[in-house]
């Protein structure tokens, strides 16, 4: 429906203005890959650096990539965006320190690596669980209620619900950050030649990776699955045929939260603090990737994802600009891909109205 | 149906906007319609004649039984709330010593702490509430620099003097601004002896600077950076972060192609905690020094580092502390929040000061009129704060000068050795 709706606002506005708009674009672009170009040749950072760099950008992606799997999913199926997604992940990360502090004061991370391992999908795990049942809490008193209410109604009451996470962690665990103790198993890293990866940063790109496979032979293999595809397709049409629509959408919530808890424990671990605010940057980088690859597309969500990750590490050093830009990067380049391709990178309108 | 949506939502934006608009127009009219009379107004009209007459703007009555109220900008949210809390309790103490000494002509005072959030936004929220509130004497605060340059052009407007206890910036204080005080020292100074402490102590030449974009932290950066040049030094690399970022992996793996020997950064505690753990995470940073200034000279920067600490450098604004006069506080202030205030932060004594600087100059300027209020002229306050001189505060002798820098001491810088801070150089050093 909002592909129609988007395709004939295109039509409207006119072949001019269109032309003007892909001319401004691709003249943009051209210049930012002149510049890039002639940078990079001039300043001659050695290979190692641009190593390094892609390094951090698929980390970093990987992180933006599993907390935009729940934004693309929630949309899929409700055309809805869930604002309050980032502080789910925040939650998840909370759960996490107090996993870890307990899995430590049980002395599993000390032991021995298998003990450690355990320990750590434990921790992983209770994250997880913990930021899947605030999702599914979230559905079921925010969202619900409003289901066929005006879209704005669910929009604000997501709003809403964000603050309420943010501020109740607030009053409840206070505002200094949780420090993570970093377990010994996973506090190195690998050195490739001079390229030094982080096994936090390994451990994220992994898991992300595995947890992302796993999401799509659900959605495409399994009758849940199935189901969720029917309801995205026609909420009405998939209840008449027996789709218990209301266990479907807190299902999707259910998946989406738990990857994105999955995400809060795994920025916990690698970056070392989470605090009551922690979810709103990096749910607001996660939408943008999710809008970026075309939003309610799985795939989509994380090639985005990892675009918006490698945009934002290597961008600055490719453009000479300071780094403290990195963000006018990361925007700049949604903007660009909007103006090609309103529907994202992979958006389409078949595969949108896919989970 | 979707064309509907998007106007009622226009509607609804717009409706906002104008309500934020009136808001925002209402506020500051407040204070500025203040300032237009007292200079003129004040001196003539106040004396006993007209007692129960509406005050003039800018003095303050206090009737029998009030309490001078002085209000506190404190960082208690934001990013660095423990050092915060720690200079809220401080200036309580101040408040509570000055009511067991008598108060002023038997009015007793009150501390209205705001939370100024660290933020120059939140700064400006909070010296708007006070400028709008007839009963506030004087401001002890802000805890940040940003935070302060929210206050600084409010209470200018509504001539309300402030003391910052703990904000560096050195354009926190200027000629043109008369209600600005400080007991901190200026980070013109922690600059330049950062500076001189990298290149002639630990004679390093090659260093790159990095900042969190707030307005103390740049700011002390860029002294660092001019101060470092001015001696010789090369600096490499001039990088800013923003506060509240938790991954500097990507600036750490640029910075490092040129190699530095030491890695500068002005901020707070968490943000150089975690850059200290992630620069032994990046290829070619493993053996380079990490100093920070006053902003992360903290318990929470030790305890977010960890081990990575160990061997990091920190420089802080020390006060020329009298030892007799911070121990009677210490306890005083352990007996009261059950906690040393090192563990929270390093300013707590110079909160203390800042409050009896002002509770110094109020007592003054204060008088009782024949209805028994006590009158207090605060364009007669602004001109006795910056008349103090020899006041004896816990850091040391305080005078201040033309314009309003009240603090005494000097710059210090530290080490972690085993989990702690132990001074390596600068002010009152005993070898």
């Given amino acids: 429906m909002t592909t129609l709706i988007r395709a004939s606002a295109a039509q409207q506005q006119g072949k001019p203005l269109r032309l003007a708009k892909r001319v401004l674009g691709a003249a943009l672009i051209a210049a930012a890959l002149v510049r890039a170009i002639s940078v990079s040749a001039a300043e001659s950072y050695p290979l190692s650096f641009w190593a390094a760099q892609t390094v951090n950008g698929l980390v970093l992606g990987g992180v933006y990539a599993l907390v935009a799997l729940g934004y693309t999913l929630v949309y899929g199926i409700l055309l809805m965006i869930n604002f309050a997604h980032g502080e789910v992940m925040m939650i998840g990360g909370v759960a996490g320190f107090f996993g870890l502090q307990l899995a430590a004061a049980l002395g599993l991370l000390g032991g021995s690596s298998l003990a450690a391992a355990l320990g750590l999908l434990l921790v992983l795990s209770f994250g997880m669980g913990v930021a899947a049942l605030t999702g599914v809490t979230l559905e079921r008193v925010a969202y619900r209620p409003l289901r066929n209410a005006p879209r704005l109604a669910p929009l604000i009451s997501a709003i809403g619900a964000s603050l309420f996470m943010q501020y109740s962690v607030l009053l409840i665990f206070g505002v200094r950050p949780m420090v993570y103790q970093r377990p010994p198993l996973i506090a190195d890293g690998i050195r490739l030649g001079v390229v030094f990866i982080p096994l936090t940063g390994l451990i994220i790109f992994v898991t992300s990776l595995l947890l992302m496979g796993s999401l799509f032979v659900i959605v495409q293999r399994t009758k849940l699955g199935r189901a969720m595809r029917a309801v995205a397709a026609d909420k009405e049409a998939a209840a008449l045929m027996g789709v218990d629509v209301n266990q479907v959408i807190a299902f999707t919530f259910l998946l989406g939260s738990a990857l994105a808890g999955a995400a809060g424990v795994m920025l916990g671990l690698h970056n070392g603090v989470i605090k009551f605010n922690s979810g709103f940057i990096p749910g607001l980088k996660a939408f943008t990737a999710a809008v970026l690859g075309g939003i309610g597309n799985i795939p989509g969500a994380m090639v985005g994802a990892l675009v918006l990750g490698l945009a934002e590490s290597l961008g600055p050093s490719a453009l000479g600009i300071p780094a403290e830009y990195r963000d006018i990067i990361a925007f700049s380049v949604l903007v660009l891909v909007l103006v090609f391709r309103p529907s994202g990178l992979l958006g389409g309108g078949e595969v949108e109205k896919r989970a | ?431």
Avoid: W
């Fill in chain 2, 1 to 431: 149906m979707r064309d509907q949506t998007v106007r009622r939502f226009l509607r609804f934006v717009a409706l906002g906007s104008t309500i934020t608009l009136i808001a925002a127009c209402a506020t500051p009219t407040q204070p500025a319609a203040e300032p237009t009379q007292p200079p003129a107004a004040a001196q003539p009209t106040q004396p006993p004649e007209a007692p129960t007459a509406a005050p003039a703007p800018g003095v303050v009555v206090v009737p029998p039984g009030g309490k001078i109220r002085i209000g506190g900008s404190f960082a208690l949210t934001g990013p660095i709330p423990d050092p915060g809390k720690d200079i809220r309790q401080g200036a309580e103490i101040a408040i509570d010593d000055a009511n067991a000494a008598g108060g002023v002509n038997g009015f007793l005072f009150e501390l209205v702490a705001e939370d100024g959030a660290c933020s120059g936004d939140q700064g400006t929220v909070v010296a708007n509430k006070f400028a709008a509130d007839p009963t506030i004497v004087a401001v002890t605060g802000g805890t940040c620099s940003g935070e302060t340059f929210g206050l600084k052009p409010i209470l200018q407007r509504a001539r309300i003097p402030f003391v910052s206890p703990s904000a560096t910036n050195p354009a926190i204080t200027s000629e043109d601004c008369d209600v600005c005080n400080r007991v901190a020292l200026s980070d013109a100074l922690q600059g330049e002896v950062d500076a001189e402490f990298v290149y002639k102590q630990l004679g390093l030449r090659k260093v790159a600077v990095m900042h969190d974009s707030s307005d103390y932290g740049k700011g002390v950066a860029e002294i660092f950076r001019d101060a470092f040049i001015k001696l010789g030094g090369e600096v490499v690399a001039f990088e800013g972060a923003q506060v509240g970022d938790t991954d500097f992996r990507a600036i750490l793996t640029r910075i490092a192609t040129n190699a530095p020997e030491l890695l500068f950064f002005g901020g707070y505690s968490t943000e150089a905690a975690l850059i200290t753990q992630q620069m032994k995470e990046v290829a070619g940073l493993q053996n380079t020094k990490f100093l920070g200034t006053d902003g992360a000279y903290t318990q929470q920067y030790l305890d977010t580092a960890g081990v990575a600490a160990e061997g990091a450098f920190m420089s802080y604004v020390a006060g020329d502390t009298q030892a007799d006069k911070l121990a009677a506080f210490r306890e005083k202030y352990i007996a009261k929040f059950g906690i040393e205030p090192e563990k929270l932060g390093p300013f707590h004594a110079q909160s203390y000061d800042s409050v009896l600087l002002i509770v110094d100059a109020i007592k003054r300027v204060a008088r009782v009129d024949s209805a028994g209020n006590l009158i207090i002229d605060r364009e007669a306050l602004i001109k006795a704060i910056r008349e103090t001189k020899d006041l004896a505060g816990i850091t040391g002798t305080l005078t201040c000068s033309p314009i309003g820098e009240c603090g005494a001491g000097g710059v210090q810088v530290f080490t972690v050795e085993n989990g702690q801070f132990k001074q390596v150089y600068g002010f009152g050093l005993k070898q």
